[in-house]
């Protein structure tokens, strides 16, 4: 079992819809949850991190975590064509870095 | 403010061959980092240095050594280069002193490199 796993998609989705994007992980002593976004032949950027227990918005953008089940999601309302992208989710393991999943792939259709 | 620099972008090489990947940055940062990223693989720790004078072996260390030259400049060298390191590889810093499991990680644009 990977330590921090994704569904590698693509999820497609309208433009204008909510995108829903999933991440589990195996360290039940993670305390730090990281979501970027890599457009295609670019380096990843950070958009969201979530430390406790619930919900955390920044603009379009919500996270989710919920560590008795071992997940944490982003959510994207009114997705736009812009916000296709791969995304990364990051947790700390407790070791040396963060652990990266190997990401979605999200689109937006026009 | 240029962040987190790289070179070269691009490089291929011959199985074998030698070369050293260049990263630099001005945020004054103390830690650093090398990733390799492969298709369906994430973002793999090659190797980090929580601060100046220190380096420590990540996920993927082997057939790579590097170089804290000073607080700027973090460089990762092959030394006989292999096609499984063919790969796309970037360098990141992060503010704090020591591994960066809480806190924002810049990376830098990337360097594709080819092992032919």
């Known amino acids: 079992q990977k330590e921090v796993e994704q569904n590698s998609g693509p999820l497609s989705v309208p433009e204008g819809a909510i995108a829903s994007l999933n991440c589990t992980y195996s360290d039940r002593g993670s305390q730090s949850f990281f979501w970027y976004r890599q457009y295609s032949g670019k380096s990843p950027e950070l958009i969201m991190s979530?430390?406790?227990?619930g919900d955390k918005e920044d603009g379009r953008f919500t996270a989710q975590l919920n560590k008795a089940s071992q997940y944490v999601s982003l959510l994207i309302r009114d997705s736009q064509p812009s916000d296709s992208a791969t995304y990364l989710c990051a947790v700390d393991t407790g070791r040396r870095a963060l652990t990266f999943g190997s990401g979605t792939r999200l689109q937006v259709q026009p | 403010n240029a962040g987190v620099t790289q070179t070269p972008k691009f490089q291929v090489l011959k199985t074998g061959q030698s070369m050293t990947l260049q990263c630099a940055q001005d945020?004054?940062?103390?830690?650093m980092y090398w990733y390799r990223q492969d298709p369906g693989m994430g973002l793999r720790l090659i190797y980090y240095?929580?601060?100046?004078?220190?380096?420590d072996k990540g996920e993927v260390p082997n057939g790579y050594n590097v170089s804290r030259l000073n607080k700027r400049e973090f460089s990762l060298r092959l030394e006989s280069a292999a096609p499984s390191q063919t790969s796309v590889y970037f360098c990141?810093?992060?503010?704090?002193?020591?591994?960066?499991?809480?806190?924002?990680?810049?990376f830098g644009s990337g360097t594709q490199l080819s092992v032919l």
């Open positions: 990141a810093s992060s503010r704090g002193q020591g591994p960066a499991t809480n806190e924002k990680l810049f």
């Open positions: 240095s929580a601060s100046e004078g220190t380096t």
């Open positions: 979530i430390y406790s227990n």
């Open positions: 945020m004054n940062h103390n830690s």
